[in-house]
């Protein structure tokens, strides 16, 4: 177990077939790293889905495991797949076919930031990419996979909830006019990384505490949910995005002044959440499919 490459906040008792994951709320920059960038400490963060697992820290007290990053988004994305290296900034490097996430710079190390901005004044070489992969991606996902298959083991499902946040302009821009704006966007790849009974009671959860909710428009779920989100053998993968301006100043990236209480609301969320998986509820006939 790598102690740099994620947090694990465990229940005294995991009572629940649902995880959460929290892959892009880490905020440990390597000295190293920001020496090598053009960009200063906090344009950098600009990626980050900031205090994300801080609005999910109610995970283990209600039985579920809460698996958090502490390494950047910036840095090592860990909701890419490990392959996809991007030879624009990795010296070296080999891409095959067309992959729009690493034409944009959006690799497993990214190129790029919010709004395009490069991250580095050059490029990086291979063999240090691979040991960022080594340190940071594989112990990551290695815990994850872990988690996964114990909750089917003890429960014969599990529910993976993949926690991030997103832009207010991003939701602006894909909410067609005259068309509420929704609080929460959940992604479930439309249909092929979770059953449709775990997401409409993810969905209800979000309902519950009176948030408006979208699904797949503009985020049905990258990597994780694809890799994770096998619902035919019992596995579920929800991807959660939350609009960052109901509990953050996003251009100065610190709490705003109704974090505590809209925090207190997500830990209702998840307590909803996780009776979705717990013995006996609703969703575990599902495992049988």
Sequence with gaps: MSQSAYRLHMPRQVDTSVVFSSPHSGCDYPWAFLTQSVLDEHVIRSSEDAFVDQLFSKAPEVGAPLLAATAPRAYVDLNRDAAELDPAVIEGARVSGQNPRISSGLGVIPRVVANGRAIYRGKIPLSEAKARLDRIWHPYHDQLRTLLAQAQAQFGQAILIDCHSMPRDAIETAT??????????????????????????????????????????????????????????????????????????????????????????????????????????????????
């Design 176 to 289: 067609a006019a005259g068309r509420p704006r929704p609080d929460v966007v959940l992604g479930d790849r439309f249909g092929a990384s979770a059953s449709a009974e775990v997401v409409a009671q993810v969905e209800d959860a979000f309902r519950a505490a009176g948030f408006r909710v979208g699904r797949n428009t503009p985020f049905a779920g990258a990597y994780i949910a694809q890799r994770y989100g096998r619902p035919l053998q019992g596995c579920h993968a929800v991807q959660v995005e939350i609009d960052r301006s109901l509990y953050m100043d996003e251009a100065a990236i610190r709490p705003n002044a109704g974090f505590a209480d809209f925090r207190r609301l997500m830990g209702g969320v998840v307590a909803d959440i996780a009776r979705i998986g717990r013995a006996g509820g609703a969703a575990m006939p599902l495992a049988a499919e």
